[in-house]
Each structure stands twice: as C-alpha cells, then as structure tokens.
C-alpha cells in the first residue's frame, strides 16, 4: 500500500513537470510571437521584421549638445546604411521643420535632374577684338552667364584715361555690364568677372553676344572721364560660361 502510494505520489509529480513545462513553452511561444507580431501598444523588438504600427511612434528627448535618436550601423559589408526610409510612389521619405543647411548632407538629384544636367558650358574662351557672338540651343529655363575679359583706353580713340565697359546681350536684349575705371590710356585692364541670370528664356536657339562700349561723345569735345570708351583688340582675352537650368 505504501509502495502504491508513493508511485502515484511519483506519476503526479512526473505530470505537474510535463504541465508547468508544456505552459512554460506555450507562454515562451504565443507570448513572443504576440510581441513580435504585435502592433499598436507592443514592444519594439530589435531585429525583428515584423514591428508594425497604424499610429506615430514619437520620441522626445531634452538632450542638450547631441541628437534625441542615433542609429549606428558599423558595418562595413557593401550596401550598409544606418538608415533605410521607404515609401509609397509619389510620397516624400521625409519631413523637416527647418530651412537651416545641413552639414554634409549631399544631394545626386535637383528637380529630378542629375547633376550632368546642369553643367556650365564655355561658350567663349578666345582673344579679341569684340564683339564675339555664339549662338546656342536651350531648353528653356533659367541661365547663368559667367564673365571675364578685358580692354583698354584707347588714344588714338580718346582724348584721356576713364571708364570702360563691356555688355552681355542675349538675342539683342542687353543683359549686364562689366565697368572698370583705369587711369591710363592704351593700358589693358581686366574686368571684374561676375555672374549674370537670365529667367524665363524659352526652347530654342539663342544668340550670345559680348560688345564693347564705345560712346559717341569719345574723342569729342563732350567726352568726359566716366564716358565708356572701350577698345579691345587680339591682346585681350574673353571667357564666357552659361550653365542652364532647365524647368
């Protein structure tokens, strides 16, 4: 009887183990996967594929001195990035509250253009004498022009030292002008080179032109030393660089 006793005594404890173990594994497996797959109000679980959410996740953090949230990845195998933002087409990956520049922060695309296409094109790079004209095709848009050159007073053209000027025109509209001041005759004198934009140029072709300006009132009784009295002859040099953006 007494043997009896403790076998069933045995069985007994052999079972509760099978239950308390049986219950340990459902809990470790249903408790897991509920964590794993759940959603709103579940735990972040760090790799796992499967966090999901239907409402923002939001940290704030007062940090002074650094960011509220760093993602580091140090891996070094090809393709690695600490941060992979999906979305669906025609949606923004992103938002920010403030306009101020990001510190290395680069960007391939503008407008969704490639860098390729906004490349500056030296459409002038020769000696004189002015005018040099070019004619180049647009495709309409918004244009740089860089510009650089130089000239001279001369004496055989004017009675003293004074202003000179150079013009930029596009398709005989006058765009901008390079002054400079010298104080001696027949002394050739560089422009100041600068950038000049011309908005709203329509597809097409285009003719460029730099000239020299050169006064009616030069070498006459009405010239003073602010009239433009520009010359230019194979001693002088011009560049001219247009770098278009297209709409």
């Given at each position: 009887m007494l043997r009896s006793a403790a076998s069933k005594v045995m069985w007994v404890g052999r079972a509760t183990v099978f239950l308390l173990g049986l219950a340990l594994m459902l809990a470790l497996l249903f408790g897991m996967a509920s964590t794993a797959?759940?959603?709103?109000?579940?735990n972040f679980i760090l790799g796992s594929l499967n966090n999901t959410a239907t409402a923002i996740t939001k940290?704030?953090?007062?940090v002074g001195g650094?960011?509220?949230?760093?993602?580091?990845?140090?891996?070094?195998?090809?393709g690695s990035s600490a941060l992979d933002l999906q979305v669906a087409t025609g949606k923004a990956p992103m938002k920010v509250n403030s306009g101020t520049k990001v510190a290395k922060l680069n960007a391939d695309k503008l407008d969704g253009k490639d860098f390729?296409?906004?490349?500056?094109?030296?459409i002038i790079d020769q000696p004189g004498p002015l005018p040099l004209e070019r004619s180049i095709v647009?495709?309409?848009?918004?244009?740089?022009?860089?510009?650089?050159?130089?000239?001279?007073r001369d004496s055989d053209n004017s009675r003293f030292s004074g202003a000179i000027a150079m013009d930029l025109f596009v398709d005989d509209q006058f765009v901008d002008r390079l002054n400079f001041t010298t104080n001696l005759q027949d002394h050739h004198q560089p422009f100041v080179?600068?950038?000049?934009?011309?908005?709203?140029?329509?597809?097409?072709?285009?003719?460029?032109?730099?000239?020299?300006?050169?006064?009616?009132?030069?070498?006459?009784?009405?010239?003073?030393?602010?009239?433009?009295?520009?010359?230019?002859?194979?001693?002088?040099?011009?560049?001219?660089?247009?770098?278009?953006i297209p709409d």
């Open positions: 797959f759940g959603a709103n109000g579940g940290l704030t953090g007062t650094g960011p509220a949230l760093r993602v580091s990845n140090p891996s070094t195998t090809t390729s296409a906004f490349g500056g094109v030296a647009s495709e309409g848009g918004i244009w740089v022009f860089s510009i650089s050159g130089s000239g001279f080179a600068e950038d000049a934009v011309v908005r709203g140029l329509p597809a097409g072709v285009h003719t460029i032109r730099l000239a020299e300006e050169y006064s009616p009132a030069c070498n006459t009784n009405n010239e003073t030393f602010n009239t433009l009295c520009t010359s230019t002859n194979a001693n002088d040099f011009f560049h001219l660089t247009v770098l278009e």
